[in-house]
């Protein structure tokens, strides 16, 4: 493995697209990143919970979001919206949805995450 690679997102190795998601997928040697697009309208416990398979989506979520708002509602009852510029952290068992009219961009760091997210 060369001692510096370089990955695209906009020639990734995979790409996700359940309902209003596109996951774009990059991996280089042990790691394995994501662009997560969530269109306008879009909900979790909609467009990725058949996908799923689960009653809250249980991926351990770590990433910066490029652009957009993201409401994420976890089951201990906390809940945040992720904007343009935050980095965060969100642990299993939570739902999110889009708010407002702009595509929710963020980019995903948490290799399992990055694997698994929205996968048929």
């Not at 201990?76 to 407002?100: F, K, M, N, Q, W």
């Amino acid at each position: 493995m060369p001692g510096v690679e370089t990955l695209n997102f906009d020639s990734p190795e995979e790409t996700r697209t359940p309902e209003k998601t596109r996951v774009d997928v990059v991996r280089a040697g042990n790691t394995t990143a994501a662009r997560m697009v969530l269109e306008p309208g879009w909900v979790w416990s909609e467009c990725v919970k058949p996908v799923a398979g689960t009653d809250s989506c249980q991926a351990r979520h770590v990433g910066f979001v490029q652009s957009g708002t993201l409401h994420v509602t976890h089951e201990d009852g906390s809940e945040a919206d992720l904007t343009v510029g935050d980095a965060y952290v969100i642990e299993p068992g939570h739902d999110a949805r889009v708010v407002g009219d702009e595509q929710f961009v963020a980019y995903e760091f948490e290799p399992r995450a990055a694997e698994e997210y929205a996968r048929e």
